[in-house]
C-alpha cells in the first residue's frame, strides 16, 4: 500500500475548515489605487492604443492589437484594416497573429500574450483560441459583439480544451473614449 503523506486531509477538515475558493483579488478601490492585475499590462495597451490611432487615420475603427513572446516582448502588432484593405477578416487581433506566426515560423503561439484595445469579437475569440495563445488582455468591454466575458465567452469556453486566461478592462476609460471619440466625429 503506498503511504499517505501527513497533513491535514479532506477526513481532517470540517467544512468550515476549508480555504475559500481562489477568487480573483478586488483590487482597492478610488482613483490611483493599485491593480495588481490589470497593472502591469498597461504598457503594451499604450501600444496596443498607439496602434489603434494608425486605424483612425486610414478611416478604420480605432481597434489596435499587440502580440507579446512568452518574455514580454512584442513579437508583432495590428491594426483593424477593413476598410483600407476591403478585408472583413482585417481585424487588428487577426493580423497581429498572423504577422507573430509567419514571424515564428510556427502557427502555435504557446505562451504569447495577445493585449487588443477592444473586447475580441466572435471571428477573433476564435483565432486566438485556433492559435493557442496563452492569455488574451483587452480594454474596453464590447457589450454588443463581445466573445470574451459579454455575449459569449467563447475563449474559456469548457467545451473548448484549449481557454486562454482573460484579463479585461486594462485601461478601460482611454480604450473607450478612443472609440467614442471616432464615431462622434462620423
Ligand atoms: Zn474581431
Redesign the pocket.
Known amino acids: 500500500m503506498p503511504s499517505v503523506p501527513p497533513g491535514p486531509g479532506p477526513a481532517a477538515a470540517g467544512p468550515d475548515s476549508f480555504p475559500d475558493p481562489v477568487r480573483e483579488p478586488v483590487p482597492p478601490s478610488g482613483p490611483g489605487a493599485p491593480d495588481p492585475v490589470r497593472d502591469p499590462w498597461r504598457p503594451a495597451m499604450r501600444l496596443a492604443l498607439a496602434e489603434a490611432d494608425a486605424a483612425a487615420r486610414g478611416g478604420d475603427v480605432p481597434v489596435g492589437a499587440v502580440l507579446l513572446g512568452p518574455d514580454g516582448a512584442v513579437l508583432a502588432a495590428g491594426h483593424n484594416e477593413r476598410e483600407a484593405v476591403h478585408d472583413p477578416t482585417a481585424?487588428a487581433?487577426?493580423l497581429a497573429l498572423r504577422r507573430a506566426a509567419a514571424l515564428r515560423g510556427e502557427w502555435r503561439l504557446t505562451g504569447c500574450t495577445l493585449v487588443v484595445t477592444l473586447e475580441?469579437?466572435v471571428?477573433?475569440a476564435g483565432a486566438l483560441v485556433q492559435a493557442r495563445v496563452d492569455r488574451v488582455v483587452y480594454g474596453a468591454v464590447d457589450e454588443k459583439a463581445g466573445a470574451a466575458g459579454s455575449l459569449w465567452d467563447l475563449v474559456r469556453d469548457r467545451r473548448l480544451n484549449h481557454r486562454p486566461e482573460v484579463i479585461a478592462g486594462v485601461l478601460a476609460e482611454e480604450c473607450s473614449a478612443q472609440l467614442t471619440a471616432f464615431f462622434r466625429t462620423r
Do not use: I, S, T
Open positions: 481585424h487581433e487577426v475580441p469579437c471571428m477573433c
